[in-house]
C-alpha cells in the first residue's frame, strides 16, 4: 500500500538546522510532484515547498525561501527538506505530500518541528 513516512523532526534552537526525510512506497515516486507542507497550532496547514517532475523545478513559499531547500532522489523514493537558520514561527508539524495531476493525493503522518531556546 502506500506509505509515506517522515523523519528528522525534533526540538532545535533558533538559528538552528534540521533535516526532514520522507521515504516513499507503493506508488511510481518518479511520476509524483512531491512537497512539504506545515500546520501550527491553530493555523491552516500550507505548502513550505515543492519539486516537480521531470525537471524538478522548485518552488517555496516566500516565509522560507533562502532557508529551506527541497529535494529530490528518485532512485531512492525519497524527498528531502533542509532546513536552516529555523526561526521560532518555523515552528510546526511537517508533512510530505505526493500529488499526480491532481488525481492522486497521498499524506504522510507528519513530524513535529519545534524552534525554541
Known amino acids: 500500500q502506500v506509505q509515506l513516512v517522515e523523519s528528522g523532526g525534533g526540538l532545535v534552537q533558533p538559528g538552528g538546522s534540521l533535516r526532514l526525510s520522507c521515504a516513499a512506497s507503493?506508488?511510481?515516486?518518479?511520476?509524483?510532484?512531491m512537497s512539504w507542507y506545515r500546520q501550527a497550532p491553530g493555523k491552516e496547514r500550507e505548502l513550505v515547498a515543492g519539486?516537480?517532475?521531470?525537471?524538478?523545478?522548485?518552488n517555496y513559499a516566500d516565509s522560507v525561501k533562502g532557508r529551506f531547500t527541497i529535494s529530490r532522489d528518485n532512485a531512492k523514493n525519497t524527498v528531502t527538506l533542509q532546513m536552516n537558520s529555523l526561526k521560532p514561527e518555523d515552528t510546526a508539524v511537517y508533512y510530505c505530500?505526493?500529488?499526480?495531476?491532481?488525481?492522486?493525493?497521498?499524506w504522510g503522518q507528519g513530524t513535529q518541528v519545534t524552534v525554541s531556546s
Open positions: 507503493g506508488f511510481t515516486f518518479s511520476r509524483y510532484r
Open positions: 519539486i516537480s517532475i521531470p525537471g524538478g523545478s522548485t
Open positions: 505530500n505526493a500529488d499526480w495531476m491532481g488525481s492522486y493525493v497521498y
